[in-house]
Structures are given as structure tokens and as C-alpha cells.
């Protein structure tokens, strides 16, 4: 069964959220802006900078994501295991980034195979429900203070073409302290799958409210033949921080 690409429709406008009470180990968040000082990167990362943009306010809405989907990033943005690593070596622990795991051991699992010339050994040998590839690209940068930075990433993966097949992209936000990766978070993402006679379709966007606050909304569609079973949303917000990415 073809895996369904639907459009992203797009969300209603979502009221902002306001906390008055700050926790006692958010004490350290800071009003950030952003900065037009020389910030400092990783040193395995630093022949891959000039396609790491910078993009001041960045954020994925329906339109953004769709476009991000639509085209494949060029050859020039892909990371080597090296660089995924340092990126990716300290992962958030939320439930919409920690299954971003797997598809990081399959990452260099495959890598491993694309260099040694087993990979197309590695296809053939493809059963249902199984990765058949994952690739990793650079998209830019936010820099919100000389010490204090996100790296945008990205990362896409596709299965085996036959039922239960599936293929997505997931957008990761690597936050840069002082020069070293502080922790990544999954900051948008767009998943397809099919399992006939079940299709679903889910997807995240974001933005940064007022220049510290990362807002996530997760919306899932599953459909049945022609029946909708599930149409569910959620919104996820977390303070940008120097100590990583503290959950509201």
C-alpha cells in the first residue's frame, strides 16, 4: 500500500500561554534576546556552519513543515555519524524526542553499511516494518546571546514500500552552551504510515514565545477506510534555559 501524503491543513490560532509562577529550578531562565555578538560552536560542527543559517524568530507552522517536506534538503546539509553524535548525544527525555532513538541507531547503523558497500545487501535483505533509510541535514541556527544557541537539524527516515510502511521527517533543536551541545529537543515533525485498511498522519509544529518559551503542538489523524478514529491535539511548552529545555 503507497503511503498517503496528505496536505497539512492548517491549525486555528492558538492563544498564548502565560505563567506567573516560576518553579524553583527555573529560577535560572533569563528574558532572551537575540544576540548579534560571535557565538561559539562545536568544534566537529564547524566546517558545516555555513548551512547552518541564522534565522532570527524561527518557527514551523503548517506552511513551513509542508515545504520542508515537500523538498529534500541538498547534498551539501547532510551530517556525518561523527557530527549526528555530537548533536544528538544528549537527547531530552519527553515522549515526542525519545523515539527519536531508533531511528539515530539506525542512522549509523546504515552509514556504517553505505561506507563499507554493504548497503544494497542490507536492501535486499529489507522486511516488512523495517528502516530502509535515514539521512540527517543541517537547517539553521538561532542565537539568542553570545553563549546561548539552538542548532536546527533535521532528520528523515523511510520503511520497507509494503504494509505496515511509514516515512517522516523530524525536526531537532540542539541547544549550544557555551560552545558545547546542552541538550536536543524535537522541535517539529510530520509522520505518515499505512497498515491497510489504517492510515495515520501525525504532525508538530512550533514557535518561541517571547524569546525564551518553546511551544510544541502535536496533532494525530488516524484514519480507518474512510472513517476518522482518531483526531486528537496536544500542546507541550518548555523554557529555553542555559540548563536545557525545563518542562511547564
Given at each position: 500500500?503507497r503511503?498517503l501524503?496528505?496536505?497539512?491543513?492548517?491549525l486555528?490560532l492558538?492563544?498564548?500561554v502565560?505563567?506567573?509562577?516560576?518553579?524553583?529550578?527555573?529560577?535560572?531562565v533569563?528574558?532572551?534576546?537575540?544576540?548579534?555578538?560571535?557565538?561559539?560552536?562545536?568544534?566537529?560542527?564547524?566546517?558545516?556552519m555555513?548551512?547552518?543559517?541564522k534565522?532570527?524568530?524561527?518557527?514551523?507552522?503548517?506552511?513551513?513543515?509542508?515545504?520542508m517536506?515537500?523538498?529534500?534538503?541538498?547534498?551539501?546539509?547532510?551530517l556525518?555519524?561523527?557530527?549526528v553524535r555530537?548533536?544528538?548525544?544528549?537527547?531530552?527525555?519527553?515522549d515526542?524526542?525519545?523515539?527519536?532513538q531508533?531511528y539515530?541507531n539506525?542512522?549509523?547503523?546504515?552509514?556504517a553499511l553505505?561506507?563499507?558497500g554493504?548497503y544494497?545487501?542490507?536492501?535486499?535483505?529489507?522486511?516488512?516494518g523495517?528502516?530502509?533509510?535515514?539521512?540527517?541535514f543541517?537547517?539553521?541556527?538561532?542565537?539568542?546571546?553570545?553563549?546561548?544557541?539552538?542548532?536546527?537539524?533535521?532528520l528523515?527516515?523511510n520503511?520497507?514500500?509494503?504494509?505496515?510502511?511509514?516515512?517522516?521527517?523530524?525536526?531537532?533543536?540542539?541547544?549550544?552552551?557555551g560552545g558545547e551541545?546542552k541538550?536536543?529537543i524535537?522541535l517539529?515533525?510530520?509522520e505518515?504510515?499505512?497498515?491497510?485498511p489504517?492510515?495515520?498522519?501525525?504532525?508538530?509544529?512550533?514557535?518561541i514565545?517571547?524569546g525564551?518559551?518553546?511551544e510544541?503542538?502535536?496533532?494525530?489523524?488516524?484514519m480507518?477506510?474512510e472513517e476518522?478514529?482518531?483526531?486528537s491535539?496536544?500542546?507541550?511548552?518548555n523554557?529555553?534555559?542555559t540548563q536545557?529545555?525545563i518542562?511547564?
Amino acid at each position: 500500500m503507497r503511503i498517503l501524503k496528505n496536505i497539512i491543513p492548517v491549525l486555528p490560532l492558538l492563544m498564548l500561554v502565560s505563567c506567573s509562577e516560576t518553579a524553583p529550578e527555573e529560577e535560572a531562565v533569563q528574558q532572551l534576546s537575540f544576540s548579534q555578538k560571535a557565538m561559539s560552536y562545536p568544534k566537529s560542527l564547524e566546517d558545516k556552519m555555513e548551512y547552518f543559517p541564522k534565522k532570527d524568530n524561527y518557527a514551523i507552522d503548517s506552511l513551513r513543515l509542508t515545504q520542508m517536506w515537500s523538498h529534500l534538503p541538498g547534498d551539501g546539509t547532510m551530517l556525518t555519524p561523527k557530527q549526528v553524535r555530537e548533536l544528538s548525544g544528549k537527547m531530552n527525555r519527553d515522549d515526542l524526542t525519545t523515539p527519536n532513538q531508533y531511528y539515530l541507531n539506525d542512522f549509523h547503523k546504515i552509514s556504517a553499511l553505505k561506507q563499507s558497500g554493504k548497503y544494497q545487501q542490507y536492501v535486499d535483505s529489507l522486511d516488512i516494518g523495517m528502516v530502509r533509510d535515514v539521512n540527517c541535514f543541517a537547517i539553521g541556527r538561532m542565537e539568542f546571546s553570545d553563549s546561548l544557541a539552538i542548532m536546527i537539524w533535521q532528520l528523515r527516515y523511510n520503511s520497507y514500500e509494503a504494509c505496515p510502511a511509514f516515512e517522516g521527517m523530524n525536526v531537532i533543536g540542539s541547544l549550544i552552551v557555551g560552545g558545547e551541545v546542552k541538550r536536543s529537543i524535537q522541535l517539529a515533525a510530520y509522520e505518515t504510515s499505512a497498515d491497510a485498511p489504517v492510515s495515520s498522519e501525525t504532525y508538530q509544529l512550533m514557535r518561541i514565545i517571547d524569546g525564551k518559551i518553546l511551544e510544541r503542538r502535536e496533532h494525530v489523524r488516524v484514519m480507518e477506510m474512510e472513517e476518522m478514529v482518531e483526531d486528537s491535539h496536544r500542546i507541550h511548552l518548555n523554557h529555553i534555559t542555559t540548563q536545557g529545555y525545563i518542562k511547564l
